[in-house]
């Protein structure tokens, strides 16, 4: 009797979290997953989501529940630097993805010690800033940028120092003031230190230590924005330092106007802050006439001298500002965009699956939703892309959740905080930018409303 032989039968594909909005295009994933249509995914969907729901909410909730300690800013700069060196080494320097996420998550978590908090705290809840209890700032340019550092996180460019050099040149008295006369500029935040404000403060308005980190930080300034220059206007309009990493260069400085009709947006000024000043000096001098005009033309000549001799672009868009802006991959709400690596196998970043217009609207919805159940509705609806965000850390595509932290961070209204400290903070800690990490959350802390005082020195 012939022997029976058996059909092999192919074994089916698992199917593609993504289903039909699928996003990836390599090769390898399309011969490892299934990817049904409309009509097949609606049969799936209703157990599917379900389950992919609970296990986001299962790693935010995890996510909180390690962070119960509050980030104590006054801690050693050795235990900082362990901090920030030991959750540094727990991410994988490439968007390779050879580490699970969810337990990333866990010892990434394990290294910080602070509170996300999801609303708006009172001004006395406010964590202290990191402080070398001795700081004795010397004259040393060494012991100033370090101080700098420390208290900002970030190091200031070369350009800054200069900056203040030819401030003082104008003003020896008080540099910060060397441009309130033509401009009605001021040089703030980084520079308080240069000015050794810092020194006569102890205690602020408030009754506590300056946290640096929210000094002459802005209600829609991101992580990313430095604020170095301010003015009395009604617009709070506000120069910065923008860099997609606090371990690399800025890449632009940018300015943002909360108090103005496009409130988030952070527009490019120049490379420097010698052409930042320049560029809108040059705008004004358009619309000035008499004695003012005299002094703007002195003013920018003196700019123009400067930037000549330490050999500095003034140009409001340069060739490393174009090169950095092919990088961007999305633009974002606040117009500047972000830059994540990207692998040869386009890993590392996949859009919000919601367009900028559509994303909008669901979050006016949220926000101005007249009853709970209209709210509700738009919160489900954001928790399906928040859902599609965590799919996309898992597989190494950090840059969806930074988009859309950043997009819900720059609509600007408290009601998102908690969304807010459930994407950024961990995104930021998946892309190896720890610094912008302890930053947002000690503004979402304290979100000061545009109208409200935003220095931290004030007395």
Not at 433 to 440: L, P, Q
């Amino acid at each position: 009797m012939a022997a029976v032989v058996k059909k092999k039968t192919k074994k089916p594909l698992p199917i593609c979290k993504y289903g039909s909005k699928c996003y990836r295009k390599n090769q390898q994933h399309l011969e490892s997953y299934s990817h049904p249509d409309k009509a097949e995914e609606n049969e799936i969907k209703t157990v599917s989501t379900e389950k992919n729901v609970k296990k986001t909410i299962t790693t935010i909730e995890r996510y909180f529940e390690s962070s119960k300690k509050k980030h104590d800013l006054s801690d050693s700069d050795a235990e900082v630097d362990a901090k920030s060196s030991k959750a540094k080494k727990l991410k994988p320097e490439s968007p390779s993805c050879s580490t699970d996420v969810e337990s990333l998550e866990s010892d990434v978590k394990a290294a910080q010690h602070s509170e996300v908090n999801v609303g708006h705290k009172s001004e006395d809840s406010v964590s202290p800033e990191l402080e070398d209890p001795d700081d004795p700032c010397s004259s040393s340019p060494e012991d100033v940028k370090e101080n700098i550092k420390r208290k900002f996180l970030v190091d200031m460019p070369d350009d800054f120092y200069s900056f203040w050099e030819f401030c003082k040149s104008l003003n020896p008295k008080d540099p910060t003031r060397a441009l309130a006369n033509t401009l009605k500029l001021y040089l703030v935040g980084p520079f308080d230190i240069l000015h050794n404000k810092h020194k006569e403060v102890t205690k602020n308005k408030h009754g506590r230590r300056p946290n640096y980190l929210i000094h002459y930080r802005y209600m829609y300034d991101p992580p990313e924005f430095q604020t170095v220059i301010t003015t009395t206007e009604e617009t709070k309009l506000h120069f910065g330092y923008y860099r997609d990493d606090p371990q690399e260069a800025p890449v632009f400085v940018g300015s943002n106007s909360p108090g103005d009709s496009s409130k988030e947006k952070i527009s490019l000024c120049g490379e420097n802050l010698f052409a930042a000043v320049y560029n809108h000096a040059t705008k004004i001098l358009k619309t000035s006439s008499g004695e003012k005009k005299k002094q703007l033309e002195k003013l920018i000549k003196s700019l123009e001298q400067e930037a000549a001799r330490l050999d500095l672009p003034l140009a409001g868009s340069t060739k490393r500002m174009k090169e950095r802006q092919k990088k961007v991959v999305c633009a974002t709400f606040h117009g500047a965009g972000i830059v994540v690596p990207v692998d040869a196998n386009d890993v590392g970043y996949r859009p919000v699956p919601e367009t900028p217009a559509n994303l909008r609207a669901m979050l006016k919805r949220i926000v101005e939703s007249k009853t709970q159940a209209e709210k509700d509705k738009s919160l489900d609806d954001l928790q399906e892309i928040i859902t599609y965000v965590q799919f996309a850390n898992d597989e190494c595509d950090y840059g969806e959740g930074l988009e859309l932290g950043l997009d819900l961070f720059s609509y600007g209204s408290p009601l998102l905080h908690p969304q807010i400290a459930s994407l950024l903070p961990l995104a930021y800690q998946l892309l190896n930018r720890i610094e912008f990490s302890k930053i947002i959350e000690a503004h979402l802390q304290c979100r000061r409303a545009v109208n409200e005082c935003v220095d931290e020195l004030a007395l």
